[in-house]
């Protein structure tokens, strides 16, 4: 349960075996490649950038039809839903049967036919727009009772057509008066314009055109014959045929369905033949010999060997070693027991550990159980996560990021449960039970409790610390920084204690001179480091100074207490407000059932998400700021994530 020991390889190939190479390499998955373009050293040397290969653009080209077409089809296909849906899951495969099943697949003509289908179904979209673009410019016109075409065959009377703000509708109006032979009448009008027609004799049209103009006049131009209602409802009975074209169009599409599962299948093996093609930017080459370098598991040396004689037909130069432990570019890969694999994730967030650090998962894991049973501290949601967790992992087709999800919460039902019995809590009180610790009158002890756990966590992040310090022989270091800190803040703890409760008075005065004297070697050492005098004394009193953050670290760990005293007292009040409801008749005792199951589902969300959040945060903060660096990379298997399948 670690860091998975790594040696790094260099493979010297000929160009024209790469493909073969990069297709068993990506059987073996285990294979993590260097980037040779960032190594200056070896193209001062005269070594060149491999070319990718053409043909990743043409997989580029048919995962872009591939996912049109999946695209399309997911819009019609008919998935299960529920709890159906996640029994069933997504449908497993391992590489070579995906190998197989992608390549056999003949998409092409389906995809041409969704193609076209598609394109017809668009096109008609496109007409229905446009008609509906049209209507809405006869829609205010529509109660203009004559048709356009004889308003435009007048020889002495000039017509226009169009719009003027309402606000000047009495000004134009006035304006008009001045004319002899104008007629002007408003159509229609929305929020802020008038649609208008003014009929005006040949002789007037140039004044009244002035007049218009004045009035911030814009002709329309409503190129049809008939009258505008005649136009609309004709236009309606080309949409209503056009949807009818549609909808035989999207039949068609549906029909075809069907064979989305298939298109999902060769999405997947297309992304890995990409990877496969586009890896070859990592290498640099002569004139006909390619330069691969990379990291592997120490474990599968001999694995790894196999497979590169097997696709190179033993004509290659391959040398393996082991990497140094400092080094920073080493890729990290984790293993763990299956317990432990639940907890991962949490490292991942916070940062996967340098090659020459601990991986801190196994030791996170049983701190983290403990706070959030402590924080969420109910029989009754423990017993809801451990039913709802053993079903989704016996019931349910799952891949394994999933199921390491599902086992998270699984693991962390116990420790609820165990909480919820020591404080006497089923669903917030609903059920009396007998209690160790009355969290609603021992609240006090919680909080000692709680401390108490805060301080051994943070020891054992120290004691952590410690153990890296020996692994590397540096005993001094791990004297200086962990030993005289155990001294002072124990010593300081039972000094302080002693001032509270009756102990003898030698153990005062040995806890007195234990904290002296780990102080007193905190700041003798704490600056060591630096060279001069003045430097080391700065330097170690600046050391000492860092005892006012344990404090701050001691009493955040009440948050232990405090979140699991309030999600008791939030169920308790949910009771009490469903009990009252019970007592008003039938329409309470509704009430009062939603209300308290409701409520209950509401409490256990923000209790759990609660614990989630303050568990994390006393390890990220706490906990690995005794001893934990992060910022290693991860390991790159040679694969593709699948997005549409689980692959084993």
């Known amino acids: 349960m670690a860091i998975v020991k790594m040696s790094n390889f260099s493979l010297f190939a000929f160009d024209s075996e790469r493909e073969n190479l990069l297709h068993e390499l990506q059987k073996f998955e285990y294979v993590h490649f260097t980037n040779l373009d960032e190594d200056e050293t070896l193209k001062n040397e005269g070594l060149k950038n491999v070319k990718v290969p053409e043909s990743v653009v043409a997989v580029d080209e048919e995962i872009t039809k591939v996912k049109y077409a999946i695209d399309l089809l997911s819009k019609y296909y008919i998935k299960d839903t529920g709890i159906k849906a996640m029994q069933k899951g997504k449908e497993s495969f391992n590489f070579i049967e995906l190998e197989e099943r992608g390549s056999s697949i003949d998409y092409t003509p389906l995809y041409n036919q969704l193609r076209e289908l598609n394109t017809k179904k668009e096109a008609l979209s496109q007409e229905t727009s446009k008609i509906n673009t049209s209507i809405d410019e006869l829609r205010p016109w529509v109660k203009l009772n004559t048709s356009i075409k004889n308003l435009n065959s007048f020889e002495q ?17 006035n304006d008009l008066l001045g004319t002899q032979y104008t007629y002007f009448e408003v159509i229609s009008e929305d929020k802020d314009n008038l649609y208008i027609l003014v009929l005006s004799s040949k002789s007037e049209s140039e004044m009244v055109m002035e007049i218009l103009r004045n009035s911030s006049f814009s002709k329309s131009k409503l190129n049809l014959e008939g009258k505008p209602a005649e136009e609309i409802s004709e236009l309606d009975k080309r ?113 996967l550990p340098k090659y020459n650090e601990i991986d801190p998962t196994p030791f996170l894991a049983p701190f983290y159980l403990i706070f959030f049973g402590m924080m969420l501290a109910d029989i009754g949601y423990g017993l809801a996560l451990l039913i709802g967790t053993i079903v989704a992992l016996k019931s349910f087709n799952l891949s394994e990021s999933q199921k390491n999800f599902i086992r ?48 051994f966590h943070l020891y054992f992040g120290l004691g952590l610390k410690a153990y890296l310090y020996i692994k590397e022989k540096k005993y001094l270091d791990a004297l200086f920084d962990v030993g005289f800190w155990y001294m002072a803040l124990t010593g300081g703890i039972g000094f302080l204690v002693s001032g ?92 009062g059932v939603v209300v308290f199951i409701g409520g209950q589902f509401f409490n256990i969300f923000l209790s759990a998400l609660g614990a989630y959040v303050h568990s994390i945060r006393l390890i990220f903060v706490e906990f690995f700021g005794k001893f934990y660096e992060g910022g290693g990379k991860p390991f790159n298997l040679f694969r593709s994530e699948p997005k549409y399948i689980n692959l084993k």
């Open 239 to 351: 949409i209503n045929a056009i949807e009818n074209e549609a909808k035989g169009y999207e039949q068609e599409i549906a029909e075809l369905s069907s064979n989305l599962p298939k298109l999902e299948v060769v999405y997947d093996y297309l992304m890995n033949q990409k990877l496969r093609i586009a890896s070859s930017e990592n290498f640099l080459m002569t004139e006909s010999v390619n330069v691969i370098m990379g990291y592997i598991p120490s474990k599968m040396v001999e694995e790894f060997t196999d497979t590169v004689k097997k696709a190179l037909n033993n004509v290659y130069y391959l040398q393996v070693n082991e990497v140094d432990k400092d080094d920073s570019n080493v890729p990290i890969l984790l293993e763990n027991s299956k317990f432990a694999q639940a907890f991962e994730s949490l490292t991942s967030m916070y940062s």
């Open 500 to 591: 509270f409760v009756a102990l003898p008075d030698i153990i005062k005065n040995i806890s007195l001179i234990v904290m002296i004297a780990g102080m007193a070697g905190i700041v003798a050492t704490g600056g060591r480091e630096s060279k001069s005098i003045a430097g080391k004394a700065v330097g170690g009193l600046y050391s000492l100074y860092g005892i006012s953050s344990y404090v701050g670290d001691f009493v955040s760990y009440s948050r232990l207490m405090a979140l699991g005293l309030s999600g008791g007292f939030i169920g308790g009040a949910i009771n009490m407000i469903a009990g009252m409801l019970f007592d008003s008749g039938i329409v309470g005792i509704i009430a």
């Open 157 to 173: 009377v000039e017509v226009n057509m169009g719009t003027i703000p309402k606000k000047l509708r009495e000004k134009l109006q």
């Open 408 to 455: 998270f919460f699984h693991y962390l039902s116990y420790p609820t449960i165990v909480w919820g019995l020591i404080y006497g809590s089923f669903l917030g009180g609903i059920i009396p039970m007998p209690a160790l610790i009355n969290p609603s009158t021992e609240y006090f002890n919680i909080l000692i409790i709680s401390i108490v756990f805060g301080i």
